[in-house]
């Protein structure tokens, strides 16, 4: 395992340190159901591990995503992803996922990763773009109260 | 591909002859987001693979499973799962998933599967049991009559 | 199940019909594994058999994957992934799985997906980048010939 | 989170209590991506989280596995698996993923499980049975010394 004072002060590009100020960080290890034979990380699976961190800083702060899923409720479907993948991802790779950043609308809000490794060296960034909608119709609704404050605060 | 001839007239064991009484039997090919960093297949993976076929027999039959997914109706989870890994399945490899067994109780079943490489030999076998139970509070109940009959039909 | 008739003549915005000229297409059932609690396809599950139909047409053309997988040859990492999902998908739903495009670069290509509903609806976009590298040390190198002619083929 | 006091002193069957002498244990949440349409843990999903928890006491006690993925070395795959469902899983659930007991013979080993929930209810119990081999043609061989060692501490 690593200290916080894994990071290095002076800001390298593609090192971690440009995550000083993640929202939420998550240690973790690459288990093997995580990899693929080409011996790395799955692309869809990396993209799990960061969702897993996103469930945790909800959990973090209280905001339950369980209610959400009554058939008659409020959902908040991911509309969009994206990830990067910069650096292999290997079984028994010692990693923090993070929640870089929350950006809220009115309706819907993009919640940014990264994965990186012990050195410091950055192996996915990701975006998953979520909105609020009423089921079962699926009409955009606003975001809820208690949602947008968890989302909104830093660090 | 193989053609249905790829089955040796005299069973040996260890060989898929002794499956071609099977129930229902899925061609695909293992692909890489069934496999791990050991280069084969992931031993949860295999079980899915398994469980896929079970429901395409389902579906086949016209038997619905999602109607099964109700806060306060009938569900059917498994109990009690099982499996052998006889030989490696890696990425590429053509295999047959096949149920090759159901077994029916009065409040319970046992599904049977094997996976059968292209050579025909067997690479897993395993078998599944199932409940059916009332929900919310899970009480075992009878299995309803139209799967009892799905399950039933061979071949 | 559907027929090729099935796509409308006169192709309507967010219906199949724009992927008439899909460069291959599977089609399958979403199956439970495929889902999560929120009763539709897990979004990085959906990416997954996106990949899986990329391995198909790579088997179609009879490129061998598995050969990639050498620890000092060729590899074809994933450095991209987007998605953008339209419509959920549910547990026995019938779909196609589709590759819609395949960009060729030097040293990199980009293959485009869509998730298509019996009904016509696209469930999801998707597309990845690929890069062609040497390992160990991941240098970019020229997409092999057999891979860009087969990547090259309409249809 | 809870502390160790939530083991009742008095060991009731069917309660955690019976799992006090735990060879290790890991704190986790139940994800969304561990569960299916059934609202519940997907039954091979539940069983990657044992597989991951048997991975957690090797890394503890410094043995790597991905040494072992060499092509002409060692490895140690799964030839049979067994679970038992006694409660579902539910997202968001907070779980004790337990390695229960290893047992060792020559040339195989047996890994058991237990997920226990926050109430003190089994959810599952389940076992792996893992072989030595020495590939590339899976000769049955003794189990290195030093994993042997790992598996043989307690608590």
Known sequence: MWGMCSVPPH?????????????FVQERTVRIGDTDAAGIAYFASSLR???ECYEALLEARN?????????????????HVEGDYKAPLRMG???RVMVTRCSLGNRSYTI?????????????????????????????TAIPEALREALSKTG
Chains 1, 2, 3, 4 share one sequence.
């Open 49 to 51: 591990l960061c969702h």
């Open 11 to 23: 800001h390298r590009e593609g090192r971690s340190g440009m995550y000083d100020d993640a929202v």
């Open 93 to 95: 790779d010692r990693i």
């Open 112 to 140: 940014e990763y990264a994965i990186v490794k012990e050195s410091g060296e950055i192996a996915l960034t990701a975006k998953t773009v979520h909105v609020a909608v009423m089921l079962p119709d699926m009409k955009a």
């Open 63 to 79: 905001i339950g995503l369980r209610e959400h899923f009554a058939p008659d409720g409020l959902a908040l479907p991911i509309v």
